[in-house]
């Protein structure tokens, strides 16, 4: 998209399972992106309360003007909740021709410096949490991107380890990588393939895809396997590692939204066994992707939530 824990409280239904999601029970759990969370918690704990049940995973965004933001880390292990750090390498401004950001950069070292700190302070923190760095590399909007700003796809795997071995060096362990190319490669050349982005099990805790139904029309629907079943082929086949959905959603306009989040819980066990969590982007950007937008569309995804176990979590 353009844009946690010693102790994680697994997903509890407050509802006894709807039979629409009865094969969904092997799906072990949900997680948000909230505006506002995990700095303020309420915003979480707002929405947990109107799908009946908790988040595994809190992401949220921060770059690289800022370190490790122990106060917001911190009020996710407190709420139970594994913090996803989405450390993106750029001041915050946009466009994707910044030279200072460029892989080489990140390889080299230009945030040497930076990185070691951040590491020192995570590992100080002490509780688990999943940093996402170099997300969507497989795009073509954002500064790290292996198609722009000066970038080739093979010179993020460098700048990936090189990232990794810092954390490391510092003996971060708590630290858990998360890798989360687009679902869909733009190009989609063969060059920028995701494979192509792959840096190996050693420099990997879990695999994760981004990807989202921006409808719009009813030509440019998209159903949950539309947007996942290649990338889920691919990424399956690079590593055993547990994978998520680290962001994903579906607009409000265009189709029908209750029958695509009730087709994602469905789905999930189903289609996509390897998939052990989902984190739903639950903001009004580029569309309305919230599940609260409609009274149908909420009532869907609570009934998802409802069939959910935390028997398989990873």
């Known amino acids: 998209m353009i844009a946690t824990v010693l102790a994680v409280a697994a997903l509890l239904p407050l509802s006894a399972p709807s039979p629409a999601f009865a094969a969904a029970a092997a799906v072990p759990w949900v997680g948000f992106y909230v505006p506002g969370a995990p700095f303020d918690i309420a915003p979480l704990t707002s929405l947990e309360s109107m799908v009946g049940g908790s988040a595994k995973v809190s992401n949220y965004f921060q770059n690289t003007t800022q370190g490790f933001i122990a106060t917001a880390a911190g009020n996710a292990v407190a709420h139970g909740t594994i913090p996803m750090a989405t450390l ?58 292996g198609t722009v ?48 982005y792959w840096p190996g099990d050693a420099y990997v805790d879990y695999l994760a895809m981004d990807g989202y139904n921006f ?11 539309s947007v996942f079943g290649a990338a ?24 029908d939204k209750p029958a695509w989040i009730a087709d994602m819980f469905a789905s999930l066990p189903a289609r996509y066994p390897r998939i052990v969590g989902v984190v739903w982007f639950n903001t009004n950007q580029e569309r309305d992707w919230r599940v609260e937008c409609s009274t149908a569309g909420l009532a869907t995804f609570t009934a998802g939530v409802a069939s959910l176990t935390p028997a398989a979590a990873a």
Not at 215 to 225: D, I, L, P
Not at 232 to 255: D, F, M, N
């Open 149 to 196: 700003n000066g970038n080739t796809p093979a010179d993020f795997v460098p700048a990936w380890r090189h990232i990794k071995d810092i954390f490391m060096a510092e003996g971060a362990t708590n630290v858990k990588f998360v890798w989360a190319p687009n679902a869909d490669s733009v190009p989609g050349t063969a060059a920028n393939a995701i494979a192509a």
């Open 215 to 225: 409808g719009g029309t009813a030509s440019s629907w998209r159903s949950f396997g």
């Open 232 to 255: 889920y082929a691919t990424v399956t086949s690079l590593s055993a590692k547990p994978l998520i959905i680290a962001e994903t959603a579906c607009s409000e306009t265009g189709g």
């Open 88 to 145: 993106e390498f750029w001041n915050g401004a946009n466009g994707v021709t910044q030279p200072s950001f460029s892989l080489k950069s990140i390889s080299g070292v230009a945030f040497d410096a930076y990185l070691h700190s951040y590491a020192r302070s995570a590992k100080a923190f002490g509780s688990e949490v999943w940093l996402r760095p170099l997300h969507e590399m497989n795009g073509n909007w954002y500064p790290w991107c």
